[in-house]
């Protein structure tokens, strides 16, 4: 119930931004908005439900305090929106045993779900916090580009890749899937889209795939075999692609696959461009630029339409998650 709540306000929000200038900071509050809703619709539902039992008792089993009980389904939440959020009885009484079990029952499940509530926002703004560190993280390690290959140009500064640099593919993949299962808990996590480009979940994903890619098909074989089949860039790249794999699964409606593909050409330069990088800072680069491209144009179909996908359902311009100049 929670996601498709989550999908229907996405689309309000959606549809709002349109009209408005400031685009991308009405679309920042969609997160926080969705959070109080959520728990509104929760409450709610609990009150409802209950009312959906007393209202059968309303007059009999269940009265007013010195005049008639009216038999109205209002009556019925008035009372049962009490017995929820208050220790206590108000102008409407049980008769009967069971009934006052039952509304002792809903008096202890209000007083759990203010408590529940209150751990889950605690919950979902910490996983929020250690996301946001991690995307940070990657921006930076980037130079503010978004371009993988001045990352990987950095931990190889030396013109060689050390244990370092594996223990860092590693941090990147666990990173991954602390993300994934933080999503996994929190559904509402992924709709929290904030200004700055460099949060995106998108781009996230995109420079860590984009890492991987490059590495298996822009290195050169002989000079970094330890790298190219250690077991880091396994992991990284398996957890990139169940996190991909799972994301749909979890967050993205059916038809978001449903969108213009990219030019490979486009990819082809990018990877061009990212072999010059290379090369410039002393890392031995594939003899063979041709096959390599065609390996890394190979690898990218394989991660890239859900990234394009995840991008474009939050509203996200392509050159936010990659540069026009990187592809």
Known sequence: LSVLLARGLWQVFC??????????RILSYMGPTLLVVTIAVWIFLLILGFASIYWPALGNEIQMEGKATPTDFATAIYYSGYS??????????PRTSTYRLLMIFESMLGFSVLTINLTFLQSVYSQLMQRNIFALSLHHRTGRTADAAVMLARMGSSGSFDSS?????????????NLLESNHSHPALGYFRLQENYYALARVIFVAMDTVTLIKSALDEHSHHSLIASAAVKNLEESGMQFLAELFELFLPVNATRLRMQSEQMWRSRYYKAIAHLAAQG?????DVEAGADLYVA?????????????????????????????
């Open 15 to 24: 549809f709002g931004a349109r009209f408005i200038r400031q685009r991308d």
């Open 283 to 287: 890392i031995a680069t594939t003899s």
């Open 299 to 327: 690898l990218r179909r394989q991660w890239n339409p859900g990234i394009v996908a995840l991008a474009s359902y939050l509203e996200y311009e392509w050159s936010a998650i990659a540069p026009p100049d990187f592809g």
């Open 165 to 177: 640099t594996r223990q860092d593919l590693t941090d990147i993949a666990q990173n991954l899937l």
């Open 84 to 93: 929820l959020v208050t220790l206590g009885t108000g102008d409407i009484t």
